[in-house]
């Protein structure tokens, strides 16, 4: 059984150690061969670096690192090129200032590592300089990879000036590649965004986008049939230790990690959860937990549009991969680029544009993100949670009017002060965000705006066998008892319910007035 590589990005080092490696070489001979220009958008910790690592290896004629690969007999090993290899994740991005001083010393410390005098002392003409004396030098033309190719300005949301600043620094920067064309064999970007080419690529027009070629869905991240070959091992070892039957592991862990996918039919799991997952032998929120989604959640609560957007039980997008806008920043656009939204169906009809419907990808993201929007409500850690939802779904169950209407206040009165503050225009959508998202906790399937024939319920919540239809009433003036009451009327008399009969059904109504819930169930 091969050690796994945990955290390791560095292709060489993968297989001078003998660590497992998925093979995706074929993709790359794919890309290789019939064009030049190059750029893929996938979420974090999704497998670019080391795709951009093995690219570096190739074209750099290590032989011996390929001999088992998928390319080794399809490649001209004869031929070695000088290789730019800028990774952005390592540069200091935090102002502009740093950014321009850290993409310089890179370039000074290409020349002084290929003994190659630089004249100029401004940075696109720096940049252009280093890519002739290369390759003026080794008598080649010259192969760019860039990874992470966005991080200054992903890093700096919360700040839009330094990002635009950054992205005007960057735009010079990349212009250079189409101006030094002659002396280029191969250009890749990676970047977990995709800004749209006049905001950023206004130059670099001929870049081939590969993010939602079906051709190279797979590119990155681990299909359902590497998984069960290249993990064998690991997988058959889990089953012992913990007696499961194969059939059961596999779908427990689908159900945990696999979900992403760019083009609606190839499904994926990301590498770095499955890596920890078989490491620490638990399942846990891996992915998720190395990186903050603060940025996401203010987007959400700040923006009263972005909260009744975030409800919609699934959104669609049509034609291409939507494009970042600095200046009118799309939810969605930003969550699916992320990774914290995933294509789960494309449609195509000959003559229109297709349409691709997007959803959370997995129980990993959908119970972290739940989670920690919760904890921004409540200032409580996200480890805390999960079993205060637990507690609702035994009210709910046992029709305990009090004990909801307990815990849901307790929710609100959790919420500091300040918050209340921040969130200008506190409303319904507010509310119905925040009850939402401890529902989801519970397990449920939850449709926010449930079409049915007599009209639109706020919520369905489907859990096996059980369904549970709930209606929000945000009011300053009615009585809670009221709303209650009105709402429950509502489900009924509207047949809310109908679709449903043959579940075992439960009826919910939520009044909220300011900092003050009151809940009431009714059984079927």
């Known amino acids: 059984m091969k050690n796994l590589p945990t955290g390791m990005q560095n292709f060489k080092e993968i297989i001078e150690k003998n660590y497992l490696y998925v093979d995706k070489t074929g993709f790359i001979h794919k890309i290789t061969s019939v064009g030049k220009y190059y750029f893929l958008s996938r979420p974090r910790r999704f497998g670019k670096t080391l795709l951009v690592s093995t690219m570096e290896e190739l074209f750099k004629g290590n032989e011996d690192l390929f001999k088992n690969l998928y390319i080794h007999d399809k490649w001209d090993w004869g031929e070695q090129f000088p290789v730019i290899h800028l990774d952005f994740s390592e540069l200091s991005i935090e102002t502009p200032e740093k950014l321009e001083n850290t993409i310089n010393d890179f370039i000074n410390s290409e020349a002084r590592e290929n003994e190659i005098k630089l004249y100029n002392s401004e940075l696109t003409n720096r940049f252009s300089e280093i890519i002739k004396g290369l390759s003026k030098k080794y008598k080649k033309k010259v192969v760019i990879l860039i990874d992470e190719y966005d991080k200054a300005i992903i890093k700096n949301l919360d700040n839009i000036e330094i990002a635009e600043k950054n992205r005007d620094i960057l735009s010079s920067f990349y212009q250079v590649l189409k101006a030094n064309d002659k002396y280029l064999r191969f250009v890749f970007l990676t970047g977990v965004s995709k800004f749209s080419k006049t905001s950023l690529f206004s130059e670099l027009n001929n870049l081939t986008d590969l993010t939602l070629k079906p051709l190279f869905a797979n590119i990155c991240g681990y299909t359902q049939e590497e998984l069960e070959i290249c993990f064998k091992d690991h997988v058959d070892k889990y089953c012992e230790d913990f007696d499961l039957s194969r059939e059961e592991f596999l779908n427990l862990i689908k ?174 959508a507010y509310y119905h965000l925040l009850f939402s998202s401890w529902l989801q906790l519970m397990g449920f399937e939850v449709s926010n705006e449930d079409r049915t024939l007599g009209g639109d319920a706020d919520a369905v919540l ?63």
Not at 471 to 499: H, P, V
Request: hydrophobic share 35%; net charge negative.
């Open 255 to 428: 159900n945990w990690y696999n979900g992403y996918s760019w083009d609606g039919k190839n499904f994926l799991y990301n590498p770095y959860s499955i890596l920890n997952f078989f490491e620490d032998g638990e399942f846990s929120n891996y992915w998720f937990e190395s990186g903050s989604p603060t940025f996401l959640i203010d987007l959400i609560m700040n923006n009263p549009d972005n909260v009744n957007e975030f409800l919609k039980p699934q959104s669609r997008i049509f034609s291409n991969f939507p494009s970042f806008n600095l200046k009118r920043i799309d939810l969605n656009t930003v969550l699916l680029q992320t990774g914290y939204l995933t294509i789960k169906e494309k449609k195509v009809v000959i003559g229109e544009l297709p349409e691709y419907f997007i959803d959370i990808p997995n129980k990993e993201v959908h119970y972290s993100f739940y989670s920690h929007l919760l904890s921004y409500f409540t200032k409580k850690s996200p480890e805390s949670i999960k079993p205060m939802a637990e507690d609702i779904l035994k009210h709910l169950i046992s029709g305990d009017d009090d004990g909801l209407t307990k815990e849901f206040q307790t929710l609100i009165n959790n919420m500091p002060a300040v918050l209340h503050q921040q969130i200008e225009n506190i409303n319904e």
């Open 462 to 524: 489907h859990l096996k066998n059980l369904v549970i239809i709930i209606e929000y009433k945000y009011s300053e003036s009615l009585a809670m008892n009221t709303m209650l009451n009105k709402r429950l009327d509502q489900i009924k008399k509207q047949g809310y319910y109908k679709a449903y009969e043959n579940k075992d059904l439960i009826f919910v109504s939520i009044a909220t007035k300011p900092k003050e819930v009151a809940c009431k169930i009714e059984k079927y």
